[in-house]
């Protein structure tokens, strides 16, 4: 059997076709962290942040650098990753049966306490990340990798037994005959089967809406603005979240290159909820230390398990 090549995973995650289970994702995860212990690529820890490493390609692709991965929650050995991704499966059968109350059930409380949610999805989704790093030009696929992300939480809501697509609306404006608003929403979901079809013309008032990005970087200021428009727009409250899987970038740090930044901009977050409204909830897979720490963003942001175990229920009434 011919061994995985980077090539082999570049063209996985460019198939238009493949991931549509999870399954799909984790298999790739595992082949690219077998590439990882087969091929051994540098591995850069970063001097300014010890829990962020690098992983530097050989020759052969450019001498290019993953971005920043936090080993806190990546699990660099497949066979690890395997065994978490077994767990996460069997975990997600039993959220689907016992909702909001699967934090009272002993046999997963130990998965709950590992964080084990946030590690796997984490793994996935940087797996995913760091092979599109190895292009020429990275900027080919990172619309790719954002796709793949929404796609990955649709799935997971849809798992545990939730209505969950993505949808265009077009909301008319009042006092404008004629003219409407198009939004293209990441997700729309529900426990209550309350949507048709992505057609639907607006939003039903048992489904929240949820944007999903791989950093808020240039775009927490446009969900706080979608959710003030479309309770303006709709006359009623609209539930508005934000998923993102992270806010961090490489920086240059004096003479290396392998600093780690945040991208997150507390004061932007807290001027928005000030001036424009709250959102309903935002959610990090990776949550930058200030999150939890600062006590206003704390009350506001949590990290992406706490949405999957209790607040995805809270929210839709599940």
């Known amino acids: 059997m011919t061994e995985t090549t980077l090539l082999d995973l570049q063209a996985s995650v460019q198939d238009k076709s493949a991931f549509n289970t999870l399954i799909d994702y984790s298999r790739l995860a595992d082949a690219f962290l077998e590439y990882i212990a087969k091929t051994q690529p540098t591995r850069i820890v970063s001097p300014t942040h010890t829990n962020y490493i690098f992983y530097q390609y050989g020759e052969e692709h450019g001498y290019r650098l993953t971005r920043p991965l936090n080993t806190d929650l990546f699990i660099e050995q497949s066979r690890m990753f395997r065994n978490s991704f077994e767990r996460f499966v069997s975990f997600l059968q039993d959220l689907r049966k016992y909702q909001g109350s699967i934090l009272e059930q002993q046999n997963h409380k130990k998965f709950i306490e590992a964080g084990e949610v946030n590690k796997v999805v984490y793994t996935i989704q940087q797996s995913i990340g760091s092979i599109g790093d190895s292009f020429d030009n990275p900027n080919q696929t990172r619309k790719r990798v954002g796709q793949l992300f929404e796609t990955l939480i649709r799935l997971l809501i849809q798992e545990v037994g939730l209505e969950c697509e993505p949808r265009t609306i077009n909301i008319p404006i009042p006092g404008y005959p004629g003219y409407e608003m198009s939004y293209q929403l ?91 409204n709250r959102l309903d909830g935002v959610y990090y897979v990776d949550p930058r230390p200030e999150m939890v720490a600062n006590e206003r963003l704390s009350e506001q942001i949590r990290d992406f398990q706490t949405f999957l175990v209790r607040d995805l229920w809270r929210l839709s009434g599940g």
Not at 265 to 274: N, Q, R
């Open 186 to 276: 990441d997700l729309v979901f529900s426990h209550n089967k309350a949507i048709v079809a992505a057609e639907t013309k607006f939003i039903d008032v048992t489904e929240i809406v949820g944007s999903v990005k791989t950093t808020s970087k240039d775009r927490i200021d446009k969900v706080f603005l979608d959710k003030y428009l479309l309770t303006k727009l709709l006359g009623r409250d609209v539930p508005v979240i934000a998923i993102f899987l992270h806010d961090v970038q490489r920086a240059k740090r004096g003479e290396s290159i392998f600093g780690v930044n945040s991208t997150f901009k507390s004061d932007h977050f807290l001027g928005y909820t000030v001036a424009l």
